[in-house]
Each structure stands twice: as C-alpha cells, then as structure tokens.
C-alpha cells in the first residue's frame, strides 16, 4: 500500500496544480465545495486534514507531479507499506512518518 506524507517539518498541504489534477482525475475531496479555503490564486496552497493519505488519486497526483504537488513548506513523499499493516500518520513539527498501529496509554 502506498501512503503519502510530508517527509520535512512544515506539515502535508498540496499545491494548487496538484489540486486541479485531482480534480481532473474526479477526486471528491478536491472538489471546491468540500475545501475549507476558498480558492483564490494558481500559488495558493491546500491543507487537507481529512483526506486519506492512501487515496488512489492522490497517491497518483503525487507520483505524477513530484515536487510540483507540495503545498507551502511540505515535501510530499510515499511511504509503501505491507497491504496487511495497520497504520497511523504520527509527526513531529509537521514532519511525518507512517507507525504500525498500537495501543497506547497517557
């Protein structure tokens, strides 16, 4: 399974050609109306907290548009994993990395 992150501290957001390529590839999550920032200008950069990073169009917008899918201050990269992994995005600062699910206890 591939995942996508944000491999560098700044946090996961995605640029505005990565988001008209999802949208051109019928990405619900790229759509205008389910963004939480109104779309102002071609440099304008998306935070998606609800997208799963496993998305298919996703993780092919990323492979497809390399750097050009990072938003401001992200450096987007996939992590590929066992298909039988269960999974969480943990991150530090913005920086991500993928974890093996597990109990935890504060």
């Not at 505005?16 to 071609?42: C, F, M, N, Q, Y």
């Not at 269960?86 to 206890?105: M, N």
Request: glycine share 6%.
């Amino acid at each position: 399974m591939k995942i996508v992150i944000n491999g560098y501290f700044g946090g996961f957001s995605l640029s505005w050609k990565a988001i008209k390529l999802a949208r051109e590839k019928g990405a619900e999550w790229a759509l205008e109306s389910s963004l939480h920032t109104p779309i102002v200008k071609d440099d304008w950069n998306f935070y998606l907290p609800d997208v799963e990073r496993n998305d298919s169009i996703l993780v092919e917008v990323v492979e497809e548009l390399g750097e050009e899918a990072n938003g401001n201050s992200a450096t987007l990269k996939i992590v590929e994993i066992p298909d039988d992994v269960e999974w969480i995005i943990e991150e530090d600062e913005g920086r991500e990395w993928v974890s093996e699910k597990h109990r935890t206890w504060r």
